[in-house]
């Protein structure tokens, strides 16, 4: 089931003491090189509270993706938790776009922007990763090729190598 991140409108804005807020549910995701899949479930826990005016959101994610090396595409899961806080002004625009007005708050952006801080957009494996060949496509990591070295000149951007970089 998807993810339920809306909470009433009336329920924040009349909030006397904190609202605790517990969901699960999948939230696909796709960032560089990081997917959460479709199937995926997500925790969410989140405090909520309005004080003076604003409201201030404690959010709490635990989560699993995948992510692919940069070099060999490799794929590897990882478990990962984050949390943040934000607040934000009831009488003011605000980054998020959040809109007073509607019956619903979203907190999906929030979610979002917790889970992607996580991630890493140029993952590469290990730091000796040799990625794949650029002939055949094999993994360097495992085997090796035996075909010969594609001759530079033959290359229309073989003038370049002669620059003085």
Do not use: W
């Not at 409108?9 to 699960?24: A, F, G, W």
């Not at 490799?74 to 009831?90: A, G, M, Q, R, Y």
């Not at 605000?94 to 801080?117: G, H, K, Q, T, V």
């Amino acid at each position: 089931m998807k993810l339920n991140t809306k909470i009433k409108s009336i329920d924040l804005i009349t909030l006397k003491d904190k609202l605790y807020i517990n969901r699960e549910g999948t939230f696909p995701i796709n960032y560089g090189n990081n997917s959460i899949d479709d199937n995926e479930q997500i925790n969410f826990h989140s405090e909520i509270e309005l004080i003076e005016g604003r409201l201030c959101f404690s959010i709490a994610v635990n989560f699993k993706y995948q992510r692919k090396c940069g070099r060999c595409l490799i794929i590897s899961n990882n478990d990962d938790k984050s949390s943040s806080s934000v607040t934000l002004n009831v009488n003011e625009e605000n980054d998020y776009e959040i809109n007073y007005e509607d019956e619903y708050y979203d907190l999906s952006p929030f979610i979002s922007e917790i889970i992607i801080e996580k991630m890493d957009i140029n993952y590469i494996c290990e730091q000796k990763c040799k990625g794949l060949c650029s002939v055949c496509g094999i993994n360097l990591n495992k085997f090796s090729c035996n075909h010969e070295e594609k001759n530079s000149k033959e290359s229309p951007f073989s003038s370049l190598s002669q620059l003085d970089l």
